[in-house]
């Protein structure tokens, strides 16, 4: 079982920065999807950026100038940067990665972080 552990969550202000991590019990450095989403308060989840074996991907116009993807294959970590953050950032933020690339392959998730945008 891969066990995804996020971390860099909390409260920003307004035009702020913020980094966020996920750190996988598994090797990611060939993984097929390296993803993160977010579920804003009282909304669906929403996917925000993707990375398909090792193409990063934009998939949130809103996010598309203020967020970006890296990972650091060697402590199996990938990262979401976050800045210029607007309260409509505001939501819980999930990691999701898929090893394989078979559709019936095992998905995994990190627990969540929050984020709040706030002054």
């Known amino acids: 079982q891969v066990q995804l552990v996020e971390s860099g969550g909390g409260l920003v202000q307004p035009g702020g920065s913020l980094k966020l991590s996920c750190t996988s019990s598994?090797?990611?450095?060939?993984?097929?999807?390296l993803a993160w989403y977010r579920r804003p308060p009282g909304k669906g989840r929403e996917l925000i950026l993707q990375n398909i074996a090792g193409t990063p991907t934009d998939v949130t116009n809103s996010v598309k100038t203020r967020f970006t993807f890296s990972r650091d294959n060697a402590k199996n970590t990938f990262y979401l940067h976050m800045k210029g953050v607007l309260p409509e950032d505001t939501a819980v933020y999930y990691c999701?990665?898929?090893?394989?690339?078979?559709?019936?392959?095992?998905?995994?998730w990190g627990q969540g972080t929050q984020v709040t945008v706030s002054s």
């Open positions: 999701y990665v898929k090893l394989l690339k078979p559709w019936d392959a095992p998905n995994y």
């Open positions: 598994a090797n990611i450095s060939s993984a097929y999807i």
